[in-house]
């Protein structure tokens, strides 16, 4: 168990459907990263936040919106979502970044888009 | 950009030896991870290089050159449980990203 939670475990929807995906980091953690792994695309950089400013995008999608709140827990929104959005989101946590900061991911949430 | 080449799979004995090698172009580079994933579940932090060398850890071993853009991760001993994939990741200058390979799915046999 890394001391990452996210919610929900599993998500089924439909196409045009507009999700949340919720993280808690590691007690301490102040960093937060959102990831998306996909059968054929391996596992992507999205977003990254550093108490509750965005540092750095990746592949992220316009579709795709993040935010870290006061508390350090983080949300990513999913919206008018279309079937190649199905896959696995990782949130992780580390205590800052850069240096022997090493990420702890959460179990994941398992997205479906029937 | 990033990009990071890694085999996609191996087979290997149980109590054997083996190397998982991983070659990486960047336009930036603050440090080298390894990650271990079961199918389905999140990946689980191994080794971290930022200079050259070896970096061992129990059964795993880890080493960079940066001239050459080149790590391997070397697992001893193999146990059925080290069936997974085995991911590298290259992290950017500012350290806020890590770039994965595809990773190496390992398959060890009895």
């Known amino acids: 168990d890394s001391g990452v939670t996210q919610t929900p475990k599993h998500l089924i929807t439909a196409t045009g459907q507009r999700v949340t995906l919720r993280c808690s980091p590691r007690s301490g953690d102040l960093s937060v990263y959102w990831y998306q792994q996909s059968l054929d695309q391996g596992l992507q950089f999205l977003i990254h936040?550093?108490?509750?400013?965005?540092?750095a995008k990746g592949n992220i999608l316009e579709r795709f919106s993040a935010q870290q709140f006061p508390d350090l827990h983080s949300e990513l929104n999913l919206s008018s979502l279309e079937l190649g959005d199905s896959a696995l989101y990782f949130c992780a946590s580390s205590v800052a970044w850069g240096g022997s900061n090493e990420q702890f991911f959460g179990p994941g949430t398992r997205l479906t888009v029937l | 950009g990033q990009n990071i080449d890694q085999p996609t799979e191996m087979t290997a004995t149980e109590g054997a030896i083996v190397q998982i090698n991983c070659t990486y172009q960047t336009s930036g580079f603050n440090g080298l991870f390894w990650y271990q994933q079961h199918a389905g579940e999140a990946p689980t932090f191994l080794s971290y290089n930022v200079l050259d060398g070896l970096e061992e850890k129990g059964r795993f071993s880890s080493f960079l050159s940066r001239s050459k853009g080149y790590s391997y991760l070397l697992l001893k001993e193999l146990q059925m449980k080290d069936s997974a994939s085995y991911l590298c990741a290259v992290r950017d200058d500012a350290g806020n990203m890590l770039t994965f390979g595809g990773g190496t799915r390992l398959m060890v046999k009895p």
């Open positions: 936040y550093y108490n509750g400013e965005e540092r």
